[in-house]
């Protein structure tokens, strides 16, 4: 701020000085000549790189007994995305019908901010969305997430040995377990540099991680396989079924079953391009202006003056989510139709 | 609107003075209760409640869980009261005022503590399978009275609610849908009922403390106004065999023991009035309930 | 007749304004208290801060419903005329009565959440840039016909259904204008999305006559002291 020679003389600043104390205008200023902040094009998408996270005990090279089940790596830009899945266990018997019905992955959220502290609404809001994408597209089956549970029982020479209904006939298992479980899944995301919305990198990881993802085999052993123990609490007699004795076979897995496509996601903004910067942010409108789709947003000029949202979510011929926000520049059919077929070629692009 | 609720000293006093003559804002005599509106919503378990300008809600739900280790033999029952700023704005989102874990607490004491519901009867599998009875109160308007509002809501609610009907065949457990099978109601053990006392001092404050004139005015079910002045409080739970269940003082303008005896004799003829009240009103809705049924299975040629 | 039941306004005393709407088995209170001072973290130098906040009819608040106060802040931000209460708060609550949908669908919800605020806020005398109203479909199949979509769906339809929507236009002179808000799940083709917004579109503009007629109703009921 330092002033050498006086008098009046108009201010000038550096475009990223600029970008942080108008965003607006500089964010004007870039479309007016056809360009945005980051110097993309109004319809350029940052590049992708996907990659296994080689976090999970399947495709690691070393042996680890880690307890991710399927990972992946995703950078785009500065950002990166790992996503790791585990999973937990838990009894359920369900019926024909009932198996049929769509799961869900458990997606946890974390973006890198430097400091530690309770999730804020924005990973809040991405655990869910992600939540319930997965669960209304249906590419995840609660039959794909039952527990193949075999049964270890000891030879005569004192060797044991392990039988799984479906790679053994019926005979040589001496009973099947009355009792069912199944796994669920837990998506954990770890965001470093987050430089704009998050759902399109957060999705192709969590996508990567669920197709890499190997769920391992389990059995109980045969003479716990239906063990009672007696309780006695306040005057009251009665058994407690032992819970915990299904244990992971680690050696033997199978990969999670994907039902259709999960699809890629791509997210874009429509923002008016002032003909001429009027300065006056009211929302009154004025017909001299043109409004503009910008792909994949990036950057806080983009973030807080391109209110209006299209994010899609396609897999092929098909539509997972189309989420919409229009609150600023009026989102037409045209806007619409010409995402769609952006993100359907990018889809085509990135998952061929 | 102001968020905070202050009262101006020209109200103060005029409420104070009213009061000491046994005249107060709405009418309503030193020792009577309001008026309490209970009205039963379609699906089992949903009651509103409302005491003048004081309103609320109780949804009683259940599901099946897993039962505490230390009680194997035992439901789970949750009762939970959180107070959004719809009630006032007061009321902060997200942070319970020292009123609010007071309200909790309370509420917690008189019905969960007392044993209005019979834990024993929702076991379903020794150590493994329960049911979990809860009770979200939403508090939706504030004129004060929402201890004894919220405690008549969660006791109209439990005895109104019906829990799916379950048959247990060796290891799976089934349960029957609404309209599979007629489902059961709750056990309900007791039905405690809480009336709030609130006392005010005509006289300076030391004059209470030395003891020589126990002059303090009580007054029964305070509106908002009255409870933002009052300087102590009195919370009596009783139920209609006429046993204490829990008595609440905390803190405030001291005052004469006997007067206890007194003031529970008075709550004791609330409590039986509207112990009385709830009963009718959900003999009426099962009487309109069990017509529907009466209608709709006369349609069925079966 | 529009998929709105019923709708009332003034039900509240110690708030601003407040509205119930009921739509098939779904109904929700709303509050509003407002412009009100801010708490300093709150507070923004130009615009109206706006605390949103939804609440389950059964059990406690989770990221279920902060994904639905996301929806139904980026449909409020953008219609009320924030810069006119600078450094104020607009506290806006929406207690969920009955759901009429299940855990996993916030569809019904969604559109009764944003139609409720519409009318409290209009209770409250907060400024609005537009009138607004939303609603919900399904879509049994795929492919399905045009006519197949279902307005308003059941808990039942929705669980049967392979897509839901919800869809929020703002009205101007009784026509629906901007689409505010439209989120689809589930699978659907382009062609049934552009088809949902058209449906949509007319309905909230069904939705919005009896909004009319239930501000008329109160206007009359607040002003009746000038006869």
């Known amino acids: ?352 | 609107m102001v968020k905070g609720l202050e009262i101006s000293t020209n109200e103060q006093t005029f409420l104070l003075e009213a009061l000491q003559k046994g005249i107060r804002m709405d009418g309503r005599k030193v020792d009577e209760f309001r008026n309490v509106e209970i009205s039963i919503g379609d699906e089992y378990g949903y009651i509103e409640i409302r005491m003048g300008k004081t309103k609320i809600l109780a949804r009683v739900s259940a599901e099946i869980t897993q039962p505490f280790e230390d009680r194997p033999f035992e439901g789970v029952f949750q009762i939970s009261t959180e107070v959004s700023p719809m009630a006032s704005p007061m009321f902060e989102h997200n942070r319970q005022s020292s009123n609010e874990v007071l309200i909790s607490r309370l509420i917690e004491k008189a019905i969960r503590r007392s044993g209005a519901l019979d834990l024993e009867s929702l076991c379903i599998v020794a150590g493994s399978k329960c049911w979990l009875i809860r009770a979200d109160l939403h508090f939706l308007d504030y004129d004060g009275g929402f201890i004894d509002a919220s405690c008549i809501a969660v006791m109209v609610g439990l005895s109104h609610f019906r829990k799916p009907d379950i048959s247990i065949n060796g290891d799976d457990i089934v349960v029957h849908s609404i309209e599979e099978r007629e489902p059961v109601p709750l056990s309900i053990l007791h039905m405690p009922i809480c009336v709030t006392f609130s006392f005010f001092n005509p006289h300076d404050s030391e004059a209470n403390i030395k003891g020589d004139a126990n002059e303090e005015l009580s007054i029964i079910d305070a509106t908002l106004s009255e409870e933002l002045l009052r300087q102590g409080e009195l919370t009596l739970t009783l139920n209609k065999n006429r046993e204490v269940c829990q008595i609440s003082k905390a803190g405030g303008l001291p005052m004469d023991a006997l007067l206890i005896m007194d003031l529970a004799k008075k709550a004791y003829t609330i409590t039986e009035r509207l112990t009385d009240q709830i009963k009718a009103v959900l003999k009426e809705d099962e009487l309109k309930r069990s017509e529907k049924n009466k209608l709709l299975s006369a349609s069925n040629a079966r | 007749m529009s998929s709105v039941n019923t709708a009332q306004t003034s039900l509240l005393n110690r708030v601003d304004g407040s509205s119930q709407v009921e739509s098939g088995a779904t109904k929700v209170l709303c509050s509003v208290t407002g412009p009100i001072e801010a708490k300093s973290r709150q507070e923004l130098p130009t615009a109206a801060a706006l605390e949103i906040i939804v609440r389950p009819a059964v059990g406690v608040s989770s990221t279920r419903e902060k994904l639905l106060e996301d929806k139904l802040r980026s449909v409020l931000s953008s219609v009320i005329v924030r810069h006119i209460y600078p450094r104020q708060l607009i506290q806006i609550v929406v207690q969920v009565l009955q759901a009429g949908e299940s855990a996993e669908y916030t569809v019904r919800e969604t559109a009764a959440a944003i139609n409720a605020s519409f009318l409290a806020l209009i209770d409250a005398n907060v400024a609005l840039h537009t009138s607004f109203s939303a609603t919900c479909l399904a879509a049994p199949t795929a492919q399905s016909p045009k006519e197949k979509f279902i307005l308003s769906p059941t808990a039942d339809e929705l669980k049967k259904a392979l897509s839901n929507h919800v869809v929020a236009y703002s009205i101007v002179n009784g026509e629906s204008e901007k689409l505010l808000l439209s989120d689809s799940n589930g699978s659907f083709t382009e062609a049934q999305l552009y088809h949902v917004l058209d449906v949509g579109a007319a309905e909230c503009e069904l939705i919005h006559k009896k909004f009319r007629q239930t501000a008329k109703e109160k206007i009359e009921h607040d002003y009746v002291w000038q006869c």
Not at chain 1, 28 to 46: D, K, M, T, V
Not at chain 1, 93 to 122: C, F, H, N, W
Not at chain 1, 296 to 301: C, F, N, R, S, T
Not at chain 1, 325 to 331: E, M, P, Q, S
Request: charged share 20%; proline share 4%.
């Open chain 1, 1 to 352: 701020m330092s002033e050498t020679d006086s008098g009046l003389r108009p201010m000038a600043f550096a475009p990223d000085i600029l970008a942080r104390i108008a965003p607006e205008l500089s964010l004007q200023r870039h479309l007016a000549i056809g360009l945005r902040p980051s110097l993309r094009n109004f319809h350029e998408f940052r590049p992708v790189q996907t990659g296994d996270g080689g976090l999970s005990r399947y495709t690691s090279s070393s042996q680890n007994d880690s307890p991710v089940l399927g990972s992946a790596v995703l950078k785009s830009g500065n950002t990166t995305v790992i996503c790791g899945i585990t999973a937990g266990i838990v009894e359920e018997k369900l019926s024909e019908q009932a198996l049929a019905e769509a799961a869900s992955v458990y997606p946890v959220v974390e973006i890198a901010r430097g400091r530690m502290g309770a999730p804020t609404d924005e990973e809040m809001i991405l655990s869910q969305k992600l939540f319930e994408t997965v669960h209304h597209a249906g590419v995840l089956q609660k039959a794909a997430l039952k527990v193949n549970v075999g049964i270890r029982s000891q030879n005569s020479d004192g060797t044991s040995e392990v039988f799984y209904p479906d790679q053994n006939s019926e005979d040589d298992l001496m009973f099947k377990p009355s009792r069912e479980w199944s796994f669920v899944l837990y998506a954990h995301f770890q965001v470093f540099s987050r430089e704009g919305p998050m759902f399109d990198l957060c999705w192709g990881a969590l996508v990567k991680a669920l197709q890499a993802t190997q769920l391992p085999y389990a059995y109980i052993d045969e003479r716990i396989a239906d063990i009672k123990v007696p309780i006695r609490s306040r005057g009251h007699f009665g058994t407690v079924r032992e819970n915990y004795m299904l244990a992971c076979d680690y050696a033997r897995s199978q990969p999670l079953e994907i039902a259709g496509k999960c699809g890629w996601s791509s997210s874009f903004g429509v923002v008016d391009a002032h003909s001429e910067e009027s300065g006056d942010m009211s929302g009154d409108i004025q017909m001299d202006e043109s409004a503009v789709l910008l792909a994949d947003l990036q950057g806080e000029a983009e973030e807080t003056n391109v209110v209006s949202r299209i994010t899609v979510v396609t897999a092929g011929e098909l539509l997972h989510n189309v989420s919409i926000v229009g609150g600023g520049a009026t989102i037409t059919k045209q806007f619409l139709k010409q995402a769609i077929e952006v993100s359907r070629r990018r889809a085509a692009d990135l998952l061929a």
